[in-house]
């Protein structure tokens, strides 16, 4: 029995020193190499020891983005620093302790399959930066009336790198050193086509103040100045409120007199309600759709009863909606007592061209230069 247990002994102990000899040998010959079926971005790594990896990955990021010939170079050390990091799932760093590398060797689960990633965040920033080299700001088409005539610009289309998009042909490009950047193109707003339609008069209406009140008339000049060649959009709703902006001394208004329940005060801004009411004639006129319309609690001297349109910021506002099918270009223009605005768009069977402006107390005389 002693004798059995002997050989027993013993061959157990020649396997232990077996599979050891066979674990040390293993692992000499395999620890600094990739594991067969080793597939990364596509490609067989099998067998390539840690630098060969690293190299060839390397070798295969874009190093730079081109856009109509010009080269942008891309700084990739931070991306190399995350490849060098990644790799630790496949060739694990070693202790110096041969018998625990062995073991942790003979535990490690084998990745045949890693997702390698380039520093997104670091690549991404330099495409930004790239973007200020490539990106060109539309210029928009425009329209104003001036001089008795209305002027157009076609403007200019803009471009902008398409950054996200850029990025992902930089991650997915295994072939190529250089990428084409993703560049989209900017159209021009309005579309010049559509401001060339502008042409008709649909409105023109016409109001007069007393410019021997200073304060007040400064107020009306300014709230024209805000209207003045403003553009509607088809479809679009107009808000005075948001175009004039608030009535306050910082931009320039100044203390006139104003209508409070059936008191007349003074505040802020007093008589840019003849800017609104003179516009909502016009829009009249053009048969536009109103949204929305308040009137004064007392009568005003520049239009006729009721046919006013008061305005408070914040509170009241007048607001209509270009139903027509085309741009509503507003001209509101003043002169020494006057204020006249038009109304210039695209002429239908529903809104007609306007034959005739209009205005109160008097109607402009055809011989005063500035009201033609």
């Known amino acids: 029995m002693k004798k059995a247990g002997f050989i027993l002994t013993a061959l157990l102990v020649q396997f232990c020193v077996t599979l050891s000899l066979g674990s040390v040998v293993a692992y000499v010959s395999t620890h600094d190499r990739a594991p067969s079926g080793l597939i990364i971005w596509g490609q067989d790594f099998s067998g390539l020891n840690r630098a060969e990896v690293a190299s060839k990955l390397k070798e295969e990021i874009p190093t730079a983005v081109i856009y109509q010939g010009k080269v942008f170079p891309l700084k990739l050390d931070r991306s190399y620093t995350k490849i060098d990091s990644s790799l630790d799932s496949i060739f694990p760093r070693t202790s110096g302790i041969w018998f625990v590398d062995i073991l942790q060797s003979l535990t490690r689960k084998t990745v045949l399959k890693p997702d390698l990633e380039l520093d997104q965040q670091d690549i991404v920033s330099q495409l930004k930066t790239i973007s200020t080299r490539i990106d060109k700001p539309m210029l928009p088409a425009t329209i104003s009336y001036s001089n008795h005539s209305l002027d157009k610009t ?57 410019p021997q009140d200073s304060s007040r008339t400064k107020n009306v000049r300014l709230a024209a100045n805000a209207l003045n060649n403003h553009l509607v959009a088809p479809g679009d709703v107009f808000s005075f409120n948001n175009v004039v902006g608030e009535r306050t001394e910082a931009v320039g ?43 004064h609690s007392l009568p005003v001297s520049y239009v006729l009863k009721g046919q006013d349109a008061t305005v408070a910021y914040g509170m009241l506002d007048f607001r209509f909606q ?51």
């Open 322 to 372: 270009n139903n027509t099918s085309g741009y509503l270009l507003i001209s509101a223009r003043t002169g020494d007592n006057w204020l006249r605005v038009r109304l210039f768009g695209v002429a239908d069977a529903t809104h007609s061209v306007l034959s005739v402006p209009d205005g109160y107390p008097i109607r402009p005389s055809d011989s005063d230069a500035d009201l033609k």
């Open 154 to 210: 076609v403007g200019q289309e803009g471009q902008s790198l398409d950054v996200e998009a850029t990025w992902h042909k930089i991650a997915n490009e295994h072939l190529s050193k250089k990428v084409e950047a993703v560049v989209q193109v900017i159209p021009v707003q309005p579309d010049p086509k559509k401001i060339t339609e502008v042409k008709d008069v649909l409105g023109d209406y016409t109001t007069f103040f007393n």
């Open 253 to 295: 208004y100044l203390p006139a007199y104003i209508f409070v329940d059936q008191e007349v005060v003074k505040g802020d801004g007093g008589g840019i309600c003849q800017d609104s009411s003179t516009l909502f004639q016009a829009v009249r006129q053009a048969n536009l759709k109103v949204e929305e319309k308040h009137s």
